[in-house]
């Protein structure tokens, strides 16, 4: 599938209406397939598309055929949510590598969502990052029989091979209306919709002109008030720093911070931790994000990653509280060096609090991708954290530590094979046993079926100060199968049945199992976007050391050496996310250790679209087990209403308590875009100790504005 971008010598007007005469120099394109509720026929209400290029931009109109205007558009917010909404996605592959790509989505408002694509779209959790902003200009027009939506893209904003006749393309939409996706280059739908391996292409008709793209300085200036109740202290300041976006040729750009505030970034969900192991939040700051993939993109997610940002510019106390360690500046060099050889450079000195213990620390982050066959990589990381002074409170492992690794990372030409083979080896002083990791995983993905397997290697002595990783010296084996069975009934689409496990052996106890877990799933899939789930977990876990699941501060520990075999039974139901009233409820029971558990979650949403939504999370705990181990109700409640009054003014207020943590906590935003890109932002935090009728703990007010300016 394949066509011709013309080229036009004047600007079009951006309206959503289409009218200028430049548009009949191309013709449309159209037939667009489905891909749920099936992949087999076309889609019953078709999308058309046309392209054109000026010197400076891309331009792109296109034409959805609807039944009526009713549409599902649930915020006025950029980079607003997609799932259940009427929207419409373009996928640009401007290097035709099938592994890379950037992605504008817009709906029948007319909102803006841009984000980088990598490993090929395979993953909705990882390969998706919305955190990326350019700028384009969008327009929609809504008629009686269809919605048209008018783009324009500068050049500039993008990064490309000039070299290359033609881009990679796909364009997928979501249909709220009648409850379908569909898509111009036709997808298997047991593949992710939007995956790189099925495109057509674009050919400009003319070749392109290298890219002029603008340097861009992001200054801002802060103030803040914050009052810590524990200590009796409070302060005013101000800050003033700001980042700055040096463009290098037509895919390059180095990324330069200094004095970084991240005041503005959304506060963490809260969560309730059962487990023997810490959690990964997520990575919300923008300097880590953007081209996030060259960095993280390493290792084995929930076991080992050598690369995870949140450890720079995050320390702890002596007290083991999690506290800010200021970073100081900052630089990052991202992107390719040819059509096939991707780089990404990261450097980060952050200060030191020497009442705290916390030395001033060098961060460094080298790593290359070479693609290698269709769609697939060998990638080479390098990663270093070294104190920069000879600090009394360190001892020789604290001073430095490196770590090294090669991947290879495979991608079929259909997508139905994909895998991760690698090996990485840190360096720190007085560790020298095994300080290595090796790990390997494969999938086949069909239409019915799917099937992995994983196994991975940690040794005793591997750290990684820059990483996050749950245990040392283990050998981890994870194999999973699902087979789908779709029904002829309309109103499913699917029904899954999954089994997968993973088994833990400890090395440095003669492979001694301290893990085997068994879960069996039924799922079945509605039109309506609505799931129901039944899961079965039966456990088996061995405690190297003592545990204490409900982290009660008065708790007796589970001791080291016993072991505990237990289940729980899961149903969980996910209604019609385009109504506006949804929920997601859960709830289980079942042996815990040496105890029962109950547990229920529920989240609720609802909206006046598109200027309010409103969510209430409310999870339940209820741990029993016998004496003289602690016993515990523990509840999480989280409610947040975020109102977007127009598509440039937003206030979101989130609310969390968690019992677990004898916390609450609330952060209230305003956030006004007054021109592209640039923001004025207002941030109130309050937290409180709950154990102690709800006296306060500290509270802030921040004001942060900052202003996008190119050169």
């Not at 013309?6 to 600007?11: A, E, G, H, L, N």
């Not at 078709?46 to 891309?58: G, Y």
Request: net charge positive; hydrophobic share 35%; glycine share 6%.
């Amino acid at each position: 599938m394949e066509f011709l971008v013309p080229v036009i010598q004047s600007d079009i007007v951006i309206d959503g209406i289409g009218n200028e005469k430049q548009w009949n120099k191309t013709e449309w394109q159209s037939e667009f397939w489905l891909w749920r509720p099936n992949d087999s026929l076309k889609a019953s209400k078709q999308t058309r598309f046309k392209i054109l290029r000026s010197e400076k931009n891309l331009f792109v109109l296109i034409d959805l055929f609807t039944d009526g205007t009713k549409f599902v558009t649930p915020s006025l917010r950029r980079d607003f949510d997609t799932f259940g909404g009427d929207t419409i996605t373009l996928l640009f592959d401007t290097f035709n590598d099938g592994t890379n790509a950037f992605s504008f989505t817009t709906n029948p408002l007319g909102l803006k969502k841009e984000g980088l694509i990598s490993g090929g779209n395979q993953n909705y959790r990882t390969d998706r990052n919305y955190s990326w902003d350019t700028k384009w200009l969008v327009e929609s027009k809504i008629y009686e029989d269809r919605y048209s939506v008018e783009i324009k893209i500068p050049l500039t904003s993008l990064f490309y091979n000039n070299s290359s006749s033609f881009w990679r393309l796909n364009i997928y939409r979501g249909n709220a209306q009648n409850n379908e996706y569909s898509v111009w280059a036709r997808t298997p739908q047991n593949q992710i919709i939007g995956n790189l391996a099925f495109m057509g292409k674009m050919v400009f008709d003319k070749p392109l002109k290298k890219a002029r793209n603008p340097l861009s300085v992001i200054p801002y200036i802060s103030g803040m008030s914050q009052k810590d109740f524990l200590n009796k202290s409070s302060a005013s300041n101000s800050g003033l720093g700001g980042d700055a976006k040096i463009p290098i040729g037509n895919a390059l750009n180095l990324d330069l911070t200094y004095n970084p505030d991240f005041s503005q970034v959304e506060v963490d969900d809260q969560v309730v931790n059962l487990t023997r192991f810490a959690i990964a939040l997520p990575e919300k700051r923008q300097f880590f994000t953007q081209n996030d993939d060259l960095f993280k993109d390493f290792g084995s997610t929930r076991d080992v990653v050598p690369f995870f940002s949140r450890r720079i510019g995050v320390a702890k106390d002596l007290e083991g509280n999690t506290i800010e360690n200021k970073i100081i500046a900052g630089v990052r060099l991202s992107g390719k060096l040819n059509s096939n050889l991707r780089l990404g450079f990261l450097n980060i000195i952050t200060d030191a609090d020497i009442k705290n213990e916390i030395p001033s620390n060098l961060n460094t982050v080298f790593t290359l991708r070479q693609k290698v066959f269709d769609r697939s990589n060998i990638s080479f990381f390098f990663l270093d954290r070294t104190a920069r002074e000879d600090y009394d409170f360190l001892n020789n492992e604290e001073k430095k530590n490196s770590v090294t690794g090669i991947e290879y990372n495979l991608a079929s030409t259909d997508s139905k094979w994909t895998g991760r083979a690698y090996f990485h080896k840190s360096f720190t002083e007085g560790l020298d046993g095994d300080d290595q990791i090796i790990g390997m995983r494969i999938n086949r993905n069909t239409l019915k079926q799917q099937i992995g397997m994983e196994w991975v290697h940690g040794g005793e002595d591997f750290r990684s100060d820059l990483g996050f990783f749950r245990r040392t010296g283990f050998l981890k084996l994870s194999p999973e199968y699902t087979y789908r069975i779709y029904p002829k009934n309309p109103n499913v689409i699917s029904y899954s049945f999954t089994q997968r496990g993973y088994f833990v052996y400890d090395t440095a106890s003669e492979y001694l199992m301290t893990d085997r877990v068994f879960i069996s799933t039924i799922r079945k899939s509605f039109l309506n976007f609505s799931s129901l789930s039944l899961d079965y977990t039966n456990r088996y876990i061995y405690l190297v050391n003592d545990f204490n699941p409900t982290r009660s501060s008065d708790g007796v520990f589970l001791p080291s050496g016993s072991d505990y075999s237990y289940g729980d039974l899961e149903l969980s139901y996910r209604s019609d996310r385009r109504k506006y009233l949804n929920f997601d409820s859960k709830i289980s029971y079942g042996t815990f250790y040496n105890g029962t558990k109950f547990t229920v979650e529920n989240e609720i949403k609802w909206r006046k679209q598109p200027v309010l939504n409103a969510s209430m999370i409310m999870n339940f705990n209820s741990i029993e087990l016998p004496r003289p181990y602690s016993s515990k109700n523990i509840w999480l409640i989280s409610p947040k209403i975020d109102f977007t009054f127009t598509k440039s003014l937003f206030w979101t207020t989130f609310i969390q308590y968690n019992s677990q943590g004898e916390n609450l906590g609330i952060n209230s935003r305003l956030q006004w875009r007054f021109a592209p890109l640039s923001d004025l932002f207002i941030v109130y935090n309050d937290n409180y100790i709950s154990t102690d009728n709800f006296s306060p703990r500290y509270r802030s007010f921040n004001l942060k504005l900052t202003y996008w300016i190119n050169i």
